[in-house]
Nanobody, 125 residues
Framework: QVHLVESGGASVQAGGSLKLSCAAS????????MAWFRQAPGKQRDRVAA???????IYSDSVNGRFTISQDNTRTSLYLQMASLKPEDTATYYC???????????????????WGQGTQVTVSS
């Protein structure tokens, strides 16, 4: 099991930027896909970005071109740089880890076995 801790959530105005961080510890050598999900109240948890061990990235249509996922060389830190934020980006953002490569799993939560506690992002208009 990988232990994940997110940070960086805040309240910002529309059009602003924010960078989220996720610190990973534990069995980091067994990680495949790393991802950021988000969940707004009353809605399902959706994947917004994912990155593999070789830095191949995947983005949802809703954030493509505005968000950038990255990781450090040791894969113990995961980041989500968010720009041109919109009120609809308001959600709790979660860092997640899977044993599988990103290309082999869907964007659902099923194949992600480790989760952080979440960090709140609020975007006001």
């Amino acid at each position: 099991q990988v232990h994940l801790v997110e940070s960086g959530g805040a309240s910002v105005q529309a059009g602003g930027s924010l960078k989220l961080s996720c610190a990973a510890s534990g069995h980091t050598s067994k990680r495949g896909c790393m991802a950021w999900f988000r969940q707004a109240p009353g809605k399902q948890r959706d994947r917004v970005a994912a990155i593999d061990h070789d830095n191949i990235t995947i983005y949802s249509d809703s954030v493509n071109g505005r968000f950038t996922i990255s990781q450090d060389n040791t894969r113990t830190s995961l980041y989500l740089q968010m720009a041109s934020l919109k009120p609809e980006d308001t959600a709790t953002y979660y860092c997640a880890s899977s044993l599988y490569d990103c290309a082999t799993i869907s964007a659902t939560t099923i194949k992600y076995n480790s989760w952080g506690q979440g960090t709140q992002v609020t975007v006001s208009s």
